[in-house]
């Protein structure tokens, strides 16, 4: 590199320096560049002039908060200036492309033999990829705190050492109660055996793949959690610890056991269903005069079922209302507007949901066939009410046709006779009774509530003793 000395004792030192790859120059006592290294020059992305340029090789400087710095006021300036080194103030630099290099500058001031200033040097150590270390740092340490995870780092004592906000939502302690003691404090006392099978493993290196567990909160409480954990290395690549990803899997359980008992209410209702049915084929195919009209039948009924079953998948298999079943039931005959109901609000359990379902579809098709919405006139008026019987509560409902034709059918030749007076009653554990006169069919349902109720679990109806009620003596309807 030029340099302005001659002196040979220089010119050995700037070969040494020159071969230096941090950079490296030196000023007068004015400031004035006097050497640079191939370093510095990489470094400022230009070459200095030697004698003319004064304190800095870079182009331009920066505070680390982004303001202009002026040559004037650099480190190498204020130590020339104030004859001390400067330390620990960083400045960024940028080269004639943009580019921005932060950077931490050491100008030290150099004395002759009798103590005078003569001029300075300054190293300039890049801090780039410090900063970029530091905002990877900075990331990730956002990520993991804001993670809705529980992520918590221990030693391989199993002491804790980090503790994110995530883990403070979860197990309810804060970072301050839970670093610096034992993770074992999370773990129930019948899983306490799974912490040194743990530690064993990532004492080997090796990654605990997520796996379902169960852990203990701050106030006592258990709860379902999905964990990961992975060996935590220092500097040199040695094992120090261990990380743990926690996730509160509360929900996802929860979901699944619904999703079980679902089934299995699908599973069971299913069954009462395909008794049901094929004791209606049986029955119908007895009644019926000609396969078309057995096809008719049969294909109605299945529909009913269908309606019942579509208001029990709507409301999540919890059951439906009265109002609801009996409209849909009915809505298919049309006229639907000429039924009045009246009652308690009453959710009924998909069991009652299912067996009523029948029950209104004898009563809406009969009436449709023979009564009140087959003619232009009367009414149909469906009333229910709860009363107190001893200790327990009484349903009862009255399905009651007025002012329609005179009945001298219902059910198509004595099912329907045998749905309303055995099956529907059956299945809710009641009773069932059948009366018309010139005003219309009356039915009158009476059961136990808890049998029909939809907060209360009613007992699962045997399809057998429904197929042997359906397959039993018939019911003759008078004249």
Known sequence: MTDLSNSSTLDLSHQILDNLPVAIYTTDSEGRITYFNRAAADFAGREPELGKDQWCVTHKLFTTDGQVLPHDQCPMAVALRENRPVRNQSAISQRPDGTRVPFLPYPTPLHDDQG?????????????????????????SAIVESSFDAIVSKDLNGVIKSWNSGAQRLFGYTADEAVGRSVTMLIPDDHLDEEPRILERIRKGERVETYETIRRRKDGSLVPVSLTISPVRNAVGRIIGASKIARDISIAKESEYRIRMLMREVNHRVKNQYSVIISMIRE???????????????????????????????????????????????????????????????????????????????????????????????????????????????????????????????????????????????AVSGTGILEYDSHGVTWTLEAPLLQLEASVDSEHVDPQAIDEVIGGPEFEVLP
């Open 116 to 140: 005078r200033l003569v001029g300075a040097v300054n190293m300039l150590f890049d801090l780039t990829d410090r900063h970029l270390a530091d905002e990877a740092r900075h990331h990730l």
């Open 284 to 426: 119908t195919s007895k009644r019926s005069s000609t396969p078309a009209e057995f096809e008719r039948q049969v294909r109605e009924r299945i529909m009913a079922l269908s309606l019942s079953h579509d208001l029990l998948v709507s409301g999540d298999w919890r059951g439906a209302t009265i109002f609801e079943l009996l409209l849909a039931q009915a809505k298919p005959f049309g006229n639907e507007e000429r039924i009045s109901m009246a009652g308690p609000s009453l959710t009924l359990n998909p069991n009652a949901v299912q067996y009523l379902g029948i029950a209104f579809h004898e009563l809406a098709t009969n009436s449709a066939k023979y009564g009140v919405l087959s003619a232009a006139e009367g009414t149909i008026s469906v009333q229910w009410k709860v009363s107190q019987a001893g200790a327990l509560k009484r349903f009862q409902l009255i399905w009651k046709e007025r002012d329609g034709p005179q009945v001298q059918n219902i059910g198509h030749g004595g099912f329907g006779t045998v749905v309303l007076q055995r099956v529907a009653p059956a």
